[in-house]
């Protein structure tokens, strides 16, 4: 029998850049792409109960027993001591929810919900597990109306995809990078399946938005704007699409030196996705 918990990371009541409206939205834990420019790394791994970030906890929020680290809530003081001693890119903040515990939480914030959004990491990682969850909310007479979302990397493959389309509403992907070279180096993956992605899920009319993040001499998506407006109107000159300008903050390693997007720098992307027929593109409201 599939699963029916999932490791989340974390949960956040309302959000509106996560889809249409006001949404929860799920973060799950664990992620197949090693993104240099990675926000949160410490989402990107299972916490494999080393043990080692146990006694660097200044507040004795972690213990060791039975071979499991034992997170005490309580306790934690959200120094983030931990997350920066591993060296597995985990952390042992995480919670077991099961599909229940996450109806329950849903229905403490209904009244102000459009929907839900499950991302990450990468949350398709967990797709046992979202498909019981989206399956339990359009099967609750009071949870039925809101929509069910998936903000993801694009790595799943068709058949994946498959198997949750009829209790999926809607998916965000990222296009991190239109060649593959540039997307390997960037994401430590080839982006065939992530192009696949978005053909599959504008056949099914299942793809709500597409998002680009432009690092300024790190990815190759303003040199090929006409190559990637051409694969994007061939499939739906609607199709919706989301610039994000890429900021350093919560990035390690090499993203840290890397220069921040300007507001230039992203409409000039814009433009020429418009200029190429494109329609429906939102930039960032805020630069860094
Ligand atoms: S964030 Fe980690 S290290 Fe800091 S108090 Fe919480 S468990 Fe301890
Ligand atoms: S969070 Fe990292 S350091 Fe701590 S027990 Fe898990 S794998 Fe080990």
New binding site residues.
């Given amino acids: 029998m599939s699963k029916s918990w999932a490791i989340v990371n974390k949960i956040l009541p309302f959000s509106c850049v996560d889809g249409p409206g006001n949404r929860l939205v799920i973060f799950l834990q664990g992620c197949n792409f090693r993104c240099l420019n990675c926000h949160n790394p ?1 989402t990107i ?1 299972l ?8 006694q660097t906890c200044p507040y004795q929020a ?1 213990s060791f027993s039975n071979q499991k ?1 034992i997170w005490q809530t309580s306790y934690c003081q959200q120094c983030d001591t ?2 920066n ?4 890119h ?3 903040m995480t919670y077991k929810y099961s599909v229940d515990d996450i109806l329950t939480t849903i229905r403490k914030y209904l009244p102000f919900l459009n929907g839900i959004t499950l991302s990450g990491g990468e949350a398709t990682m967990q797709l046992p597990f979202i498909g019981k969850l989206f399956n339990a909310i359009k099967e609750a007479n009071d949870l039925k109306h809101l929509t069910c979302f998936i903000d993801s990397n694009g790595y799943l493959h068709q058949t994946g995809w498959q198997k949750i389309a009829n209790v999926m509403d809607g998916a965000m992907i990222d296009l991190k990078a239109w060649d593959n070279d540039v997307h390997k180096q960037l994401t430590g993956r080839d982006n065939f399946r992530v192009k696949d992605t978005i053909k599959y899920l504008v056949k099914v009319n299942k793809l709500y938005e597409i998002r680009f993040l432009i690092i300024p001499k790190q990815t190759d998506l303003q040199n090929n704007a006409k190559n990637i407006a051409k694969f994007l109107i061939d499939l739906d000159p609607n199709i919706r699409i989301r610039i994000n300008a890429f900021h350093n903050h919560g990035t390690h390693g090499i993203a840290r030196t890397w220069q921040l997007a300007t507001k230039q720098q992203v409409e000039l992307f814009a433009e020429q996705l418009k200029q190429s027929g494109l329609k429906q593109i939102t930039l960032p409201t805020v630069y860094l």
Avoid: F, H, M
Wanted: overall charge neutral; hydrophobic content about 25%.
């Fill in positions: 410490y791994s916490c494999r109960d080393c043990g080692s970030c146990v972690l680290v931990c997350i001693t591993c060296i597995y985990s952390t042992p």
